[in-house]
């Protein structure tokens, strides 16, 4: 069975700051990959980043960024000099195997405050 | 199209009506999925096309949600004697490879925001 655990439901914070939303997941498959995606105000999903399971370089995006510790089980995202328009519900999510299924965690909904 | 269309945006039906959901995926793509999304929370899969056979529904909740797809692009979800607790938004989703490619991104639809009052 696979899951997806987003242990912060919400998290405010003020423009500028920098954030880091929680992914951990549970999988017994040896490949895997691991995505986010992005859902603003306007309701759809935006992807965001796809990682497999055999690297864990660490990947940077303009001020994103995602460290995957495979040790821990976890892919965390962080927004650098985070902005109002980083406001949404980011949702990690988990394909494993020869799984077509993606399953989500829950979502943290970010709150970027002017 | 350019991307994922799903129509209606919004539906509102009344408990006992059938609704039917549509999904036009990226010209193309092979594989296209359904997806139920409760409020504060994430999609969870409801089933799996691979061009016009559907590969699983093993998450289609009971025997008033069916899905078809009979020429391997446009997708119908059909919800027969809707229920209250059906309602959530159905998000549609494709990507270009068959299922098996586990690597490939799925690119969302907007999603039907379904009532049942």
């Known amino acids: 069975a696979q899951k997806v655990t987003q242990a912060q439901t919400e998290i405010s914070v003020v423009e500028k700051e920098d954030v880091t939303l929680d992914c951990v997941y549970e999988?017994?498959?040896?490949?895997?990959?691991l995505f986010w995606y992005k859902q603003p105000p306007s309701g759809e999903l935006v992807f965001l980043i796809r990682r497999n399971s055999f690297d864990e370089q660490n990947e940077i995006s303009g001020r994103y960024s995602w460290n995957f510790q495979k040790s821990t089980s976890s892919f965390n995202f962080t927004i650098t000099a985070s902005q109002v328009v980083d406001s949404a519900v980011y949702f990690c999510a988990l394909r494993g195997g020869s799984n077509y299924k993606l399953t989500f965690g829950k979502g943290t909904l970010l709150t970027v405050n002017p | 199209g350019a991307g994922v269309s799903q129509s209606p945006r919004y539906k509102v039906t009344k408990r006992g009506q059938d609704v039917a959901l549509r999904c036009d995926p990226i010209?193309?793509?092979?594989?296209l999925y359904w997806y139920r999304q409760a409020l504060g929370q994430g999609p969870e899969f409801l089933t799996y096309?691979?061009?016009?056979?559907?590969?699983?529904k093993s998450g289609l909740p009971n025997d008033r949600f069916s899905a078809e797809r009979p020429e391997g692009s446009i997708s119908t979800l059909t919800i027969q004697r809707t229920e209250q607790r059906d309602s959530a938004m159905y998000r549609c989703?494709?990507?270009?490879?068959?299922?098996?490619?586990?690597?490939?991104?799925?690119?969302f639809g907007s999603g039907t925001q379904l009532s049942v009052l």
């Open positions: 989703a494709s990507s270009p490879g068959t299922g098996g490619a586990t690597n490939e991104k799925l690119f």
């Open positions: 096309f691979n061009y016009e056979a559907q590969q699983d």
């Open positions: 999988t017994r498959d040896t490949t895997y990959y």
């Open positions: 010209s193309g793509h092979v594989s």
